[in-house]
Every structure is written in structure tokens, then in C-alpha cells.
Nanobody, 126 residues
Framework: QVQLVESGGGLVQAGGSLRLSCAASGRTVSSYAMGWFRQAPGKEREFVAAITWSADTTYYTDSVKGRFTISRDNAKNTVYLQMHSLKPDDTAVYYC???????????????????WGQGTQVAVSS
């Protein structure tokens, strides 16, 4: 089992920055691809970013490209999401997830993730 705990959310003004962290415990996640998803009020959960286990490839949804950066520190069993130039549309609960090791669903699909954190709220004021 893998337990994931997100932190770093908060309230920020438009144009500001936040850094989210996702700390894993219970099992090392160094072999797992990791992803960040978000869910805004009244909307479905959506893919934000993902990173392969070796960090050699990253994926982003179009709306955050150039503003968000996903990274990982396998020695610390932690994944990060650095967010710059935040917009009110970025307001959501952000979830960290660990992708299954043998899945075939696309990395951008939440169906391919086996473990999820509880989420951290990000609110961006205009």
C-alpha cells in the first residue's frame, strides 16, 4: 500500500506562486509514475501533470504548460508541483496520485492511478 499526503496549498493572488508537495509512505514510489490532478467545484477531476518514475518524461495539460513544473525526489519519496502565474481558473483541490505499475490506460487518465492523496486546496483570487 502507498499513502500519499499533499501539502502546500493555500490562498494566493492571481499571478502568484505555490509549491505543492506530495509525500509518500508505506512503500517507495520510486518505481511509480506520479501525477497531479485537480477538481474545481462543480467540475470533474482533470489531469494536470505527470512524471515518469525516472523523471525523464513529463506531461502537462495545455492550460498549465509553461506555468507549472512537476518534479520528484525519489530519495525523499516526494513529488512536487511548482505553480507560477496562477490564475483564478487554477482554483481547485489538487490531488497527488501514484500510477499502477501494469496499467495500460493513458498516463493522463485517472483510471490508471491506483493510489490517491486526500487533496490540498488551492484558491487563487483575482
Amino acid at each position: 500500500q502507498v499513502q500519499l499526503v499533499e501539502s502546500g496549498g493555500g490562498l494566493v493572488q492571481a499571478g502568484g506562486s505555490l509549491r505543492l508537495s506530495c509525500a509518500a509512505s508505506g512503500r517507495t514510489v520510486s518505481s511509480y509514475a506520479m501525477g497531479w490532478f485537480r477538481q474545481a467545484p462543480g467540475k470533474e477531476r482533470e489531469f494536470v501533470a505527470a512524471i515518469t518514475w525516472s523523471a525523464d518524461t513529463t506531461y502537462y495539460t495545455d492550460s498549465v504548460k509553461g506555468r507549472f513544473t512537476i518534479s520528484r525526489d525519489n530519495a525523499k519519496n516526494t513529488v512536487y508541483l511548482q505553480m507560477h502565474s496562477l490564475k483564478p481558473d487554477d482554483t481547485a483541490v489538487y490531488y497527488c496520485a501514484a500510477r499502477g505499475l501494469t496499467v495500460t490506460a493513458p498516463i493522463r487518465s485517472d483510471l490508471s492511478y491506483d493510489y490517491w492523496g486526500q487533496g490540498t486546496q488551492v484558491a487563487v483570487s483575482s
